[in-house]
């Protein structure tokens, strides 16, 4: 099973990044999918989630409005598009299937000027 998170990087404030995340070893379009982000300090935090056929999201208070989970079950792959980026919004973040347990390795993401 891998879990392979990408596109993160340095942007500055009011920025945008898409994360993108590849798996393999698991027949990926029959689980939920999230993501997940721990700052430095600071308790691990879920981020977004996404429902095994994209019917349903759902997304922490601190990032509703700024960001969007989405799903391509043909290419095994869950993205997150990260927009009007704060410096808060600084952390490792991780793709998750949370039914089966499997986390990435984690992108860093920092933003700052």
């Known amino acids: 099973v891998q879990l392979v998170e990408s596109g993160g990087g340095l942007v500055q404030p009011g920025g945008s990044l898409r994360l993108s995340c590849a798996t393999s070893g698991f027949t990926f379009s029959r689980y939920a999918m999230r993501w997940y982000r721990q700052a430095p300090g600071k308790e691990r935090e879920l981020v977004a989630g996404?429902?095994?056929?994209?019917?349903?999201?759902n997304y922490g208070d601190s990032v509703k409005g700024r960001f969007a989970i989405s799903r391509d079950n043909a290419k095994n792959t869950v993205y997150l598009q990260m927009n009007s980026l704060k410096p808060e919004d600084t952390a490792v973040y991780y793709c998750v299937a949370p039914l089966l347990g499997f986390w990435g390795q984690g992108t860093q993401v920092t933003v700052s000027s």
């Open positions: 996404i429902s095994s056929d994209s019917s349903i999201t």
